[in-house]
């Protein structure tokens, strides 16, 4: 499990596709990173990234690197933490760190570091059920 990328498994499929998908990549048995461009849609009315946009890849980046600790297996998030940082804008592409700090039987906890070049966007934690 290094530094490959998940092909199509995550970047355009089911809900996130509608947001403009995520490309996803392993880096260590406990890190992932994703990344994502901000395109107009994904703008809210002052002209910078919406919350809910922010929300969403956090949620599916942090979720597949769940999905990759668990072997496959499904999981659902119960929990998410989000600390909204700086704004981003069109054009910018969002980089996210993803780490699983703990999994059990039946939960995944993970941490999240989102940027746009070195300025940090959100971070977020959560907590995955494994079904």
Do not use: P
């Not at 996803?24 to 461009?37: A, G, L, P, Y």
């Not at 980089?95 to 999240?112: E, H, P, Q, W, Y």
């Not at 746009?116 to 966007?121: G, R, S």
Request: aromatic residues 8%; positive net charge.
């Amino acid at each position: 499990m290094t530094n490959s990328n998940i092909a199509d498994g995550v970047s355009k499929k089911g809900f996130v596709k509608h947001i403009g998908g995520i490309d996803f990549k392993i880096i260590s048995e406990n890190t992932f990173e994703f990344q994502s461009k901000v395109q107009s849609f994904n703008l809210n009315s002052a002209g910078i990234s919406h919350g809910g946009y922010i929300a969403a890849i956090l949620d599916n980046g942090m979720g597949s690197a769940a999905h990759q600790v668990i072997d496959g297996k499904r999981c659902v998030t119960i929990a998410l933490d989000i600390k909204f940082i700086s704004a981003s804008r069109e054009n910018d592409t969002l980089i996210g760190n993803v780490k699983i700090s703990r999994k059990t039987n039946s939960l995944v906890f993970v941490l999240a570091e989102l940027f746009e070049k070195n300025n940090l966007v959100a971070t977020a934690s959560g907590t995955w059920k494994i079904i």
